[in-house]
């Protein structure tokens, strides 16, 4: 079982920055690929970016690519997301997953946090 709490969400004006962090419980956070999504109100979850085990294979949505860059600490158990030159459409809650499959499909992930809102004003 993993359980996973996000922080670092808040509202911000268009082309600033944040930092998200998403805190693992568990000895075995290695062993998973952590994933970033974002859900906005009446829309399905959408995949922002992922980070394999090691760290060494990244992916981004095209929407995000250049903007915000995933990281991950596994001495800490905890997986990051940098965003800067922020828009508008960014705006949403921001929840991390962790799974055993490199892959930008929801369903795959196997534990997820429970969120947090980003709002980007314009």
């Known amino acids: 079982q993993v359980q996973l709490v996000e922080s670092g969400g808040g509202l911000v004006q268009a082309g600033g920055s944040l930092r998200l962090s998403c805190a693992a419980s568990?000895?075995?956070?290695?062993?998973?690929?952590m994933g970033w999504f974002r859900q906005e109100p009446g829309k399905e979850r959408a995949f922002v970016a992922l980070?394999?085990?090691?760290?060494?294979?990244?992916a981004y949505a095209n929407s995000v690519k250049g903007r915000f860059t995933i990281s991950r600490d596994n001495a800490k158990n905890t997986v990051y997301l940098q965003m800067n030159s922020l828009k508008p459409e960014d705006t949403a809650v921001y929840v991390c997953a962790a799974g055993t499959r490199v892959t930008i499909t929801p369903h795959n992930y196997d534990y997820w946090g429970q969120g947090t809102q980003v709002t980007v004003s314009s």
């Open positions: 980070i394999s085990w090691s760290g060494d294979y990244t």
């Open positions: 568990g000895r075995t956070f290695s062993s998973y690929v």
